[in-house]
Structures are given as C-alpha cells and as structure tokens.
C-alpha cells in the first residue's frame, strides 16, 4: 500500500498550484483520504478530506483554506488532488496526502491519528 504525493514547489504569493496523490496497493474506493501539511517547527495540522457518503462525495476543509483550496479525486485513476489557490506565504509547509483503511466520521477526520497509511510529502513554498 502506497502513496505518492507531488506536485510542490516554489511559487509567488497569489499564485496556484495542484497537489496530487496517487494511491496504489488496494481499491480506495469508499475510503476517507486527506491533505495535512507541517510548517517548519509546527505540527501537523489538517487542511482538506474527502470521503463516500450516499454515492456522493463530502468536502471538508480548515478554515484557514477554505475558499482557496479545493480538494477533488479521481476513482477511475486512485488519485486525489488539491487544487491551491491565492496561495500565502504561511501556506509555506511540506503537504502529505493520507489515507484511512476504512470509512471515517465526520467527527475524527480532521485527526491525523485517524488515517493509516500516509504519503512521503512534497514541499510547498510561498514567496512574499
């Protein structure tokens, strides 16, 4: 079970730039995968899930996102993106996609501690 994460890189406040995450090993399908990102000298910290609910999908986001990011997947190819938008200079931290092995409440997604198979980062960095 594995996923890949890329699509970082240096960009100028304002700019754009889509994250993605291939997953392989298993059939994601149904499963909650998420975008966490750690600023140097922060924790971890949540910024975007998407899960299955009722043959449809459900968004969620930080506040400190919302309305710039937009998180989106692809069944078809096992692949999750994230669409950055108007980035910051505190949007600046390495982001890594993360996967749960089974469907998550709405109340734990925001948890790292609830995902089990993680992504190995790729860098983001927003210039002033």
């Known amino acids: 079970v594995q996923l890949q994460a890329s699509g970082g890189g240096l960009v100028q406040a304002g700019a754009s730039l889509r994250l993605s995450c291939e997953a392989s090993g298993r059939t994601w399908s149904g499963y909650t995968m998420a975008w966490f990102r750690q600023a140097p000298g922060k924790e971890r910290e949540f910024g975007a899930a998407?899960?299955?609910?009722?043959?449809?999908?459900?968004?969620y986001y930080a506040d400190s996102i919302k309305g710039r990011f937009t998180v989106s997947r692809d069944k078809t190819k096992n692949m999750m993106y994230l669409q950055m938008n108007s980035l910051k200079p505190e949007d600046t931290a390495v982001y890594y996609c993360a996967a749960s092995a089974r469907s998550l409440i709405v109340s734990t997604l925001r948890a790292a501690t609830s995902y089990d198979y993680w992504g190995q980062g790729t860098q983001v960095t927003v210039s002033s």
């Open positions: 998407i899960r299955w609910s009722g043959g449809g999908s459900m968004t």
